[in-house]
């Protein structure tokens, strides 16, 4: 099962920063967090991820709070292309480990 | 530098028949999994390839079974096909020696079973 929980959809404001929230209480310590996103008909596109330190690249920022049991994911200046179904996963079974996927959130990038 | 390719795109079975998806793993990459997505749902994990062996499993029956060739491509068999099985069906690839590497997946086959 999914160590996630994201809400099923939020909107968001062309230009405007979109703030995904995520909880993973159960994350234990050497577990990572990725995000990725699917648009309707495409496979899912990897997007950052992180372990306890804030990261940065050129699609988005990831921030993890300081217990790891939730994180943010931050797309500075939403278009409506970044309309998709954002995933937030933990990591499980270590480094060679697969990604076990929630229902994710549904963002709706608004003009 | 070409990504996950998969094919066929789309197909189109029918119940009790068999059918195998193709998959090209990204260039670079040595290790390939695959997920089935049913309409509304996040990808479930179904296994997953290295040194053409099977190295992790998800809760899937037996129905479901894979192949990595020696170039690192791989097959998903599916036999005895059922109307449930019909699904956006993903490869994902990544190598294997870079810990935490992101998958990086294709575009999937959308298998439909009448």
């Known amino acids: 099962d999914a160590k996630t929980t994201q809400p099923p959809s939020m909107d968001c404001a062309e230009g405007r920063a979109a703030n995904l929230p995520c909880n993973h209480s159960?994350?234990?310590?050497?577990?990572?967090v990725y995000w990725y996103r699917q648009i309707h008909s495409q496979g899912p596109q990897y997007i950052i991820h992180?372990?306890?330190n804030n990261e940065t690249n050129e699609m988005a920022s990831l921030i993890i709070t300081e217990d790891r049991k939730s994180s943010t994911l931050i797309l500075p200046h939403a278009t409506l292309r970044d309309t998709a179904v954002y995933y937030c996963i933990v990591r499980v079974g270590g480094s060679q480990g697969n990604l076990i996927f929630g229902k994710g959130t549904k963002l709706s990038v608004k003009p | 530098d070409a990504g996950v390719t998969q094919s066929p795109t789309h197909l189109i079975k029918t119940r009790g028949q068999q059918v195998t998806l193709r998959c090209s793993p990204k260039s670079g990459h040595d290790t390939v999994s695959w997920y089935q997505q049913a309409l509304g749902q996040g990808p479930q994990f179904i296994f997953q390839?290295?040194?053409?062996?099977?190295?992790q499993r998800g809760n899937f029956p037996d129905r479901f079974s894979g192949h990595q060739f020696p170039n690192y491509s791989s097959e998903l068999n599916v036999n005895a096909l059922l109307l449930g099985d019909s699904a956006l069906y993903l490869c994902?690839?990544?190598?294997?020696?870079?810990?935490?590497?992101?998958?990086?997946f294709g575009n999937g086959t959308r298998l439909t079973v009448t």
């Open positions: 994902a690839s990544r190598p294997w020696g870079v810990s935490n590497s992101p998958l990086h």
């Open positions: 390839y290295y040194e053409e062996e099977e190295r």
């Open positions: 159960t994350i234990s310590g050497n577990e990572y």
């Open positions: 992180g372990l306890k």
